[in-house]
């Protein structure tokens, strides 16, 4: 498989460095080749988000359990090693079990080789693959698509042309005559028409394809929609206050970051393109500022740049904070990992992780709120718009 050859797990160092007017910044110099995905949340049910990381060329995913205690920077202690016969392309977590419980956390991650799937507690020692009847794997994500209380995953294949349901759901997906050989590369899950169940959404080349589920976790394809040239990562969520979910979309390609407005009944608009020239490759929403509303982060993989669109509350973006990151940000995931009730972000670097390379992944603490410090008043954050003392962070 061409990898390269490297000792993955071990935990060098954890440093901080500390931006004037601007946020801390942590490096996470975990020994990760090619760090390619992240995830973030409370994964072993201590109460404190912790974080996953996927690195695609020592066949290895890397947990960092939080110790808790609120500090910032957190002392990360040396991460817990999954080692698969196999290289990791994508992540996932959730609550999972019977629709009776008992239920259980879990991690999933998906592999692009053999194909394969895995499903593990953090709390153990190892992970075992399931291998899939794919081509390849390029994204996989969790929903209860079936409407029986408990999760289901979907991966997406971009070469076999299909979305597989390895646990839960319903049938496969053909995708053939719909998408070109190797382009489908990013899923997500939204009810995007309102009838209390999870629909999906891929990106695929120039397009979104919209997939309706019928209740029972069966799928049709709804709607194709063109809305660029090379089509990556999809962030969902409300972003306009009608409370339905709207869509944003990263081209690397074409240098922009799109937003799409659900107009209901499957219909999408794009209401702003957003120029993003050094290579945009994943989005995701947050609360950034704490107003109620949901804003984005993006992460700029030619130009080591992580961005934060803050949103005006009407579905209008714009980039007001740019963070210089390590080599390569490939991935975004958002936690509070000094529970001080204010979002933190951390973010995959491609070109970091083993010895002498830089960090395998960086932590934004408070990226909207922070000063110089990780205080958790967070002033800038506590004042409504326009924010007195804040102008040369909110212009």
Not at 60 to 87: E, H, M, Q, R, Y
Not at 190 to 207: A, E, N, Y
Request: glycine share 14%; net charge negative; hydrophobic share 40%.
């Amino acid at each position: 498989m061409g990898k390269a050859i490297g000792w993955c797990g071990v935990l060098l160092s954890a440093l901080a460095m500390v931006t004037l007017g601007g946020p801390v910044i942590q490096d996470l110099a975990w020994d990760c080749i090619l760090p390619n995905y992240v995830i973030a949340g409370d994964l072993n049910g201590d109460g404190w988000d912790d974080i996953a990381l996927a690195c695609h060329s020592c066949d290895t995913i890397l947990v960092g359990l939080n110790p808790g205690g609120s500090p910032c920077p957190v002392p990360w202690p040396a991460p817990k090693a999954f080692v698969l016969n196999d290289s990791p392309v994508a992540l996932a977590w959730g609550l999972f079990g019977g629709g009776v419980g008992p239920y259980y956390i879990q991690v999933v991650g998906v592999t692009q080789y053999l194909p394969a799937w895995t499903s593990f507690k953090v709390s153990g020692t190892s992970a075992s693959l399931s291998q899939l009847p794919a081509v390849t794997v390029s994204h996989v994500a969790v929903g209860d698509f079936d409407g029986n209380g408990s999760l289901d995953v979907a991966v997406l294949d971009p070469l076999g042309f299909k979305i597989l349901f390895p646990q839960g759901g319903g049938g496969p997906i053909d995708l053939s005559g719909q998408v070109q050989p190797g382009e489908p590369a990013f899923i997500a899950t939204g009810d995007f028409d309102r009838d209390s169940d999870l629909d999906l959404v891929i990106s695929s080349g120039t397009s979104l394809l919209f997939f309706e589920n019928d209740g029972s976790g069966m799928f049709g394809l709804k709607l194709t929609k063109a809305i660029g040239l090379s089509l990556r990562a999809i962030a969902v969520a409300d972003f306009d206050g009608d409370t339905d979910v709207d869509l944003a979309v990263v081209d690397p390609e074409f240098g922009a970051l799109a937003i799409l407005e659900n107009e209901g009944c499957w219909e999408f608009s794009i209401t702003a393109r957003i120029k993003m020239d050094q290579g945009p490759v994943f989005v995701i929403p947050f609360d950034c500022d704490r107003d109620g509303d949901n804003d984005l982060a993006i992460a700029e993989f030619d130009g080591d740049f992580v961005l934060v669109a803050r949103n005006n509350g009407r579905g209008g973006f714009s980039v007001d904070m740019v963070f210089r990151v390590g080599d390569s940000p490939i991935g975004l995931a958002v936690g509070d990992f000094d529970r001080n009730a204010i979002p933190d972000l951390v973010v995959a670097l491609y070109g970091g992780g083993p010895t002498g390379t830089g960090p395998a992944a960086q932590i934004i603490y408070n990226p909207c709120c922070a000063t110089d410090d990780c205080t958790g008043t967070a002033p800038c954050c506590d004042q409504p718009l326009p924010r007195p003392g804040c102008e040369d962070r909110y212009p």
